[in-house]
């Protein structure tokens, strides 16, 4: 009686099996892409990490912004946060260049030491995965509205925070909640 019922057990699971890895939900830490220079990165190196992921673009009118995200950037950093930016070009062509011309614009003109990857879409039809799951997952689910919109990772991978592009990456809504996700 108990080897009929472990078999019968055994066969139910073995039916659901397949599914698994459909109803397994792929995480932030699960993505790999590729950095400013063109070599493959998982993000997985940022486990422990809290993680600002940040659309970027060199001629919009929130560029400035690059200068407040260094700043943020360099005040938490020994603290374990870091900055990702993803150059995209959605927005009004906003980010025509190429990586080699983007990197040079970040790094000699604005001063960015922080990550920066390969330009991606954020989206429409050509949106990269990594973008799909942020914004389905957001709290605030939806559509990125334009560049140098904001999202907080903790240091589990979990979307804790977005926040537009006209919100300041130092302003105190954006810190507090960086302070709180670094304790």
Known sequence: MFHSKLLLVSALLGSFLPFASVLAKEGFYDFKVKDIKGKEVSLSKYKGKVVMVVNV???????????????????????????????????????PGSDQEIETFCRIQKG????????????????????????????????????????????????????????EPDETEVTQKIEALLK
Not at 63 to 92: I, M, S
Not at 125 to 153: A, C, M, R
Request: with cysteine; hydrophobic share 30%.
């Open 112 to 167: 960015a030491t922080f990550d920066m990857m390969s330009k991606i879409s954020v989206k429409g039809k050509d949106q990269h995965p990594l973008y799909t799951y942020l914004t389905q997952n957001s709290p605030n689910p939806g559509d990125v509205k334009w560049n140098f919109e904001k999202i907080l990772i903790s240091k589990t991978g979990n979307i804790e925070a977005r926040f537009s592009s006209s919100v």
């Open 57 to 95: 673009a060199s001629k919009c009118g929130y560029t400035y912004q690059y200068d407040h995200l260094e700043k943020v950037f360099q005040k938490y950093k020994e603290k374990g946060f870091v900055v990702v930016g993803f150059p995209a070009n959605n927005f009004l062509s906003q980010e």
